[in-house]
Structure formats: C-alpha cells, structure tokens
C-alpha cells in the first residue's frame, strides 16, 4: 500500500505543525505526528514507505533550534539528526533519501549569511550518508561544498553538483563541477554534465542554477551533455522546477502552467498588496503539462495542484482536485 502524506497547515489559516497521513482508499487524514514547534518544508518518504523526514523548528526563542525528524507511518520517531541552533556555523542545508530504504543524503554547512552563532550539528560539514537506524554517518570524500544533490536509482549513483574554485581573478561565469558518487563501489568521479537531476532511466538531465539563478531550467541530452531546451514545445515562461521528472515515466517533465508575463506597471497603479502570507496554497483549478523530453511535445495538460505538499513513495504524482487526491500516472504514447 503506497503511503500518501503531507505536512500541514497547506491552506495558510493554521500552524503548520502536523504530518497527517492519507488512506489511499478511504481518503480519509490521519495525524501521525504533532511538533511543537513548526514544520517549515515538505515531508519525504523513504522508497519503501517505511520512514518519513522532515526538517523541524522546535525552538525559535534565543538562538533557536532546528533538527531533522525521522519518524515511522505509525508516528512513533525512528531517528532525530542534526540539531543545532538556527543560525549555526554548521546545520542541515539539504537532504534526500538515497542508497537504500535506511539511508539519507545530508549536505551540512553554514546557515547564517556570515560567520554563525548558537550550537552546530556534529555531523560531518559537508555531505554524509546517514544510516537512520543506527545514526552513524559516513562523509564523503573529495568534495569542497555539495549545493545540490540527486539520487538516481537506475545506475545506483548519487549525483552531486559541487562548489566551484574560485580564484582570485578567475572568469565568470563560474563552472559548477557536477560529480557521480557509485555507491555499489564507492568511486567518486567527476562528470561533464551541467546538471544533477537525471530521468528515471537517464537519457536526459536538467539543471536548475544555483543561488540566484536557481529559477532556470536547462534541459540535456546525458549522451553528449548538448543542450536540447529549445526542443521543448512549452513557452519558456512555463519552464521552471516545481514540477521535475514524472514519477514512473522514464523521460517526461511536468511543469506548472503558468500566465504569461505581463509588462510592469508604472508607478504609482501597483494597487493594494495581498497578503501573500495568508493566501491558500491550494488551487485545484490550475493547469500542468505532462512533457514528453525525447519529442519535446506536450503528451498531457491536467488539472489539479501538484505543488501543494503531498508526497508519495508510489511511482505516481500526488494531484489534488476538487474530488480529492489522486495519484497521476500520464498516458504515454
């Protein structure tokens, strides 16, 4: 039985302190676990369903207090890594589940802009994998700062993009080295590939950017690393990073349709500000393309919010619509 699972408060009206569970049957919610503090990211789901991850904010008084929680289906915590202070020298910056039904990826490092206060994690500075049963973290090696990671399953590898050598005087733009971790040998080496998030079967990859260009998508043939973005039959203002690779497809996007961009508005007519902050996040009403990356053409436009927070270990896309939750599977050609 897949496991269906979401962190509220994804309407915006209410903390955000819950994991409640789905029966994918009934379609009933189910509280499995109550922080008391805040949840402030999506959960994840462990490829066999048996844990769920998420970062938690249990304190925000003082330097405050951040963790990474790892509980079972039933609620009861199988693991907590990683706490430190909000602000520490060192914290989790990014995790994923990897290598296995028990393992995380974690990629620790500085969390405030300069320097740091409050208590660091004692995990390792940079990236680790973590055995959640036992808490042992083994580093790995030969890397200066992982920013990105993706675990591609297909050939048992860890994608990494790295933190360039910036030289003093070095040209721009800086060089990103993306790296493969084989975990089955343990080789660590260097790729030609632009990007980490490699198809389900990995014929093709895309690259997001990092930092302030992280709003970009870049679309490559893994072959030869060409760049086959302007195949896509999608308009450029739908192109971003909310939607990725299908679940259970071998090489099709989804992305989130989105209205065109409008010119700016002179000053003086912007109007009143919305409370971005109180607006739901759920909208059954919008549109998405399921993207067919070896022909480039759209192969489905559904209905339905796919970026409001439920996630599934089933080789589907979590959709919600005004009937309920469903998970999609695109119709392939």
Known sequence: ??????????????????????????????????????????????????????????????????????????????????????????????????????????????????GGMGESTTLPYGLSLIDVRTGVATPVEGLRFPVQIHWAAFDSSLYIKDSPHAARGAPRPLVWPVYRLHLPTRVLSRTTHHGVYVSPYGTYYFDTGVYEASRRFQLYRTADDQDVTARLTVARHHLGPEGGWMPGAHHVLVFVEKAAPGPPKPPGLQGRLVDEGRRPRVDPDRWNLAVDAETGRIIERFQGDIAVGWKTNAPALPVERRSGVELFRPRLR
């Open 1 to 114: 039985m897949p496991v269906l699972v979401r962190v509220e408060d994804r309407t915006r009206v209410g903390p955000r302190n819950r994991v409640v569970l789905q029966h994918p049957q009934t379609r009933v919610d189910r509280e499995v676990y109550r922080s008391e503090g805040h949840i402030p990211y999506d959960v994840s789901v462990s490829p066999d369903g048996r844990y769920l991850a998420f970062i938690e904010v249990v304190s925000q008084t003082g330097a405050g207090k951040q963790r990474l929680t790892v509980i079972e289906p039933s609620g009861e915590i199988a693991s907590i890594l990683g706490e430190s202070s909000l602000y520490a020298a060192r914290g989790i910056r990014e995790y994923l589940w990897c290598c296995g039904p028990d393992t995380l990826a974690i990629i620790t490092g500085g969390l405030a802009d300069e």
